[in-house]
C-alpha cells in the first residue's frame, strides 16, 4: 500500500466493529487509539490503518488528512 492510498484508506475506511463502529478511522478519538496501542492492535490492514492513525495523532499530524477529507462528498 503506497502512502497516498494509506491516507486515502484513513479517511475513507469504518470501524467494523465495537463501541466506534461506522465510525471513519480518522475520525477515532485519540484515546480509542491510545487504548489498542497498549493493548496490540488487530492484524492485516485494519491494525495498520489504527497505527498509522494513532502515529499521526500523536504527532499532531492531522492536517495531513484535511486536504483528502475536503475531497469526500458527506
Given amino acids: 500500500m503506497?502512502?497516498?492510498?494509506?491516507?486515502?484508506?484513513?479517511?475513507?475506511?469504518?470501524?467494523?466493529?465495537?463501541?466506534?463502529?461506522?465510525?471513519?478511522?480518522?475520525?477515532?478519538?485519540?484515546a480509542y487509539l491510545v487504548w489498542f496501542h497498549q493493548k496490540g492492535f488487530p492484524k492485516g490492514k485494519l491494525g495498520m490503518l489504527l497505527g498509522t492513525m494513532y502515529e499521526i495523532k500523536l504527532n499532531g499530524l492531522e492536517y495531513l488528512l484535511r486536504p483528502l477529507r475536503n475531497k469526500i462528498p458527506r
Fill in 2 to 30: 503506497t502512502q497516498e492510498e494509506m491516507l486515502q484508506a484513513l479517511v475513507t475506511t469504518r470501524m467494523p466493529f465495537g463501541k466506534y463502529k461506522d465510525t471513519v478511522i480518522c475520525d477515532l478519538p485519540e
